[in-house]
């Protein structure tokens, strides 16, 4: 009897051609010189070709999915507005945070001599149209919040579901930073990546997580337009550059630590606000159903009626999403206490117990990703120092 392929083989296999394909395309754009148009073209084309659709089509075919449950079980989910909202502001607040991690690990990069122009392009500090701005937002915001998430809050978090949820965080978080084949990105990436993957099972969809991407690559694009166009916070880079560079060294460091500190409060508020309106949301939608379907679980056992028995002569399949519930029947202000029997001990996203552990040949194909992910990451350090 042919053995099935385990689903984190699957994912694997899967991620390893994006890396691949990804580093092959690299290495072709930085042999032959392109035109900026192309250029533009190549990378739009590399987001939704190898970020999104490679993804998702071999995903569908390896695992033989329908389309929408290849959405579903990428957590594919809407949320509401004021989810939306809460994510917009969280994506504001995690750009200023990263700012913050990327310019203390530069610190450490730069102090080995590492020139951060290596294989990087620098855009000019002249004229910004509007017409350009709005392509690079496509390109450099749009595209990259939805296929990157998709590739890795989607198809990486559903894939390693045989893990547990801080294993599966620190792994993608980590995947993610190497995607970015450049020392300079690696770090910051990595933190962000892991976030995003924590929000993932918070809110029980990626959508929080596209918007939050969009928004941190977005912020960093409308930056330097207001900069070039003198529009509001167009001076915010260079009032910041001057107070790090001329400021009292101990003030300064006092500064950042202060102002990481009340970001970092009025981040962990808007998780909990966005977690309240979208997975505290979901539970007590379940929680509503939980109970009226054990009210009339207990109004048919009082004519001496099976329900499920009933249910299946009607041709009504059961909602397997409904958890168990449990009625105290004991009043508190003159309700009944309902306690909901769901279970956290192994993957929120899922509530699939998966007991068996990924084998050696399972994880063939992700440490054959992470080799080349390092190596390149490396590469760009040593030719950077070099």
Same mark, same amino acid.
């Given at each position: 009897m042919?053995k099935?392929?385990?689903?984190?083989?699957?994912?694997?296999?899967?991620?390893?051609?994006?890396?691949v394909?990804? %580093?092959?395309?690299?290495?072709?754009?930085?042999?032959v010189s392109?035109?900026?148009?192309v250029?533009?073209?190549?990378?739009? !084309?590399?987001?939704?070709?190898?970020?999104?659709?490679?993804?998702?089509?071999?995903y569908k075919?390896?695992?033989?999915?329908?389309?929408?449950? %290849?959405?579903?079980?990428?957590?594919?989910?809407?949320?509401?507005?004021?989810?939306?909202?809460?994510a917009?502001?969280?994506?504001?607040?995690?750009?200023?945070?990263n700012?913050?991690?990327?310019s203390?690990f530069?610190?450490?990069?730069?102090?080995?001599?590492?020139?951060?122009s290596? !294989?990087?392009?620098?855009?000019?500090g002249?004229?910004?149209?509007l017409?350009?701005?709005?392509?690079?937002?496509?390109?450099?915001?749009?595209?990259?919040?939805?296929?990157?998430?998709f590739?890795?809050?989607?198809?990486?978090?559903?894939?390693?579901?045989?893990?547990d &949820?801080?294993?599966?965080?620190?792994?993608?978080?980590?995947?993610?930073?190497?995607m970015?084949?450049?020392?300079?990105q690696?770090?910051?990436?990595?933190?962000i990546g892991?976030?995003?993957?924590?929000?993932?099972?918070?809110t029980?969809s990626?959508?929080?997580?596209?918007?939050?991407?969009?928004?941190?690559?977005?912020?960093?694009?409308?930056?330097?337009?207001?900069?070039?166009n003198?529009?509001p916070m167009?001076?915010?880079?260079?009032?910041?550059?001057?107070?790090?560079?001329?400021?009292?060294? !101990?003030?300064?460091?006092?500064?950042?630590?202060?102002?990481?500190?009340?970001?970092?409060? &009025?981040?962990?508020?808007? %998780?909990?606000?966005?977690?309240?309106?979208?997975?505290?949301?979901?539970?007590?939608?379940?929680?509503?159903?939980?109970?009226?379907?054990?009210?009339?679980e207990?109004l048919?056992?009082?004519?001496?009626?099976?329900?499920?028995?009933?249910?299946?002569?009607a041709?009504?399949?059961?909602?397997k999403?409904?958890?168990?519930? &449990?009625?105290?029947d004991?009043?508190r202000? !003159?309700?009944?206490?309902v306690i909901?029997?769901?279970n956290?001990?192994?993957?929120?996203?899922?509530?699939?117990?998966?007991?068996?552990?990924?084998?050696?040949?399972?994880?063939a194909?992700?440490?054959?990703?992470?080799?080349?992910?390092?190596?390149?990451?490396?590469?760009t350090?040593?030719?950077?120092?070099?």
């Amino acid at each position: 009897m042919k053995k099935q392929r385990s689903l984190f083989f699957d994912t694997s296999l899967i991620y390893f051609v994006v890396i691949v394909l990804f %580093v092959g395309l690299r290495i072709f754009s930085n042999l032959v010189s392109v035109s900026s148009t192309v250029g533009i073209i190549l990378n739009a !084309g590399v987001q939704i070709l190898f970020m999104l659709l490679i993804p998702f089509f071999m995903y569908k075919f390896l695992r033989k999915k329908k389309s929408v449950e %290849v959405l579903k079980e990428f957590n594919v989910k809407p949320i509401g507005a004021k989810a939306v909202l809460y994510a917009i502001l969280i994506g504001f607040i995690v750009y200023f945070l990263n700012l913050a991690v990327a310019s203390f690990f530069n610190v450490f990069i730069y102090s080995t001599g590492y020139d951060p122009s290596f !294989g990087m392009s620098s855009s000019s500090g002249g004229s910004y149209p509007l017409a350009t701005f709005l392509l690079d937002v496509v390109v450099t915001a749009i595209l990259p919040g939805i296929c990157e998430e998709f590739c890795h809050r989607g198809l990486l978090v559903n894939g390693f579901k045989q893990l547990d &949820i801080k294993k599966t965080v620190l792994l993608v978080g980590f995947l993610f930073g190497l995607m970015h084949l450049n020392v300079e990105q690696f770090f910051y990436a990595s933190i962000i990546g892991m976030f995003l993957t924590l929000l993932v099972y918070i809110t029980g969809s990626i959508i929080p997580s596209m918007i939050i991407h969009f928004m941190n690559n977005f912020m960093g694009l409308y930056l330097t337009f207001a900069q070039a166009n003198k529009l509001p916070m167009g001076d915010f880079s260079s009032n910041l550059v001057s107070w790090l560079t001329n400021g009292n060294a !101990g003030a300064v460091f006092i500064g950042i630590i202060f102002v990481i500190v009340i970001m970092l409060g &009025i981040l962990i508020f808007l %998780v909990f606000g966005l977690m309240k309106s979208t997975r505290v949301k979901q539970f007590e939608k379940l929680a509503r159903k939980a109970i009226a379907k054990k009210e009339r679980e207990q109004l048919f056992e009082e004519f001496n009626l099976d329900a499920r028995q009933v249910d299946a002569d009607a041709g009504i399949e059961e909602d397997k999403e409904i958890p168990e519930v &449990i009625i105290n029947d004991a009043p508190r202000g !003159g309700k009944r206490g309902v306690i909901i029997d769901i279970n956290f001990s192994n993957n929120m996203l899922y509530g699939d117990n998966f007991i068996k552990k990924p084998s050696l040949i399972d994880k063939a194909f992700l440490y054959g990703t992470i080799f080349i992910g390092i190596f390149i990451t490396l590469s760009t350090l040593i030719w950077g120092i070099m």
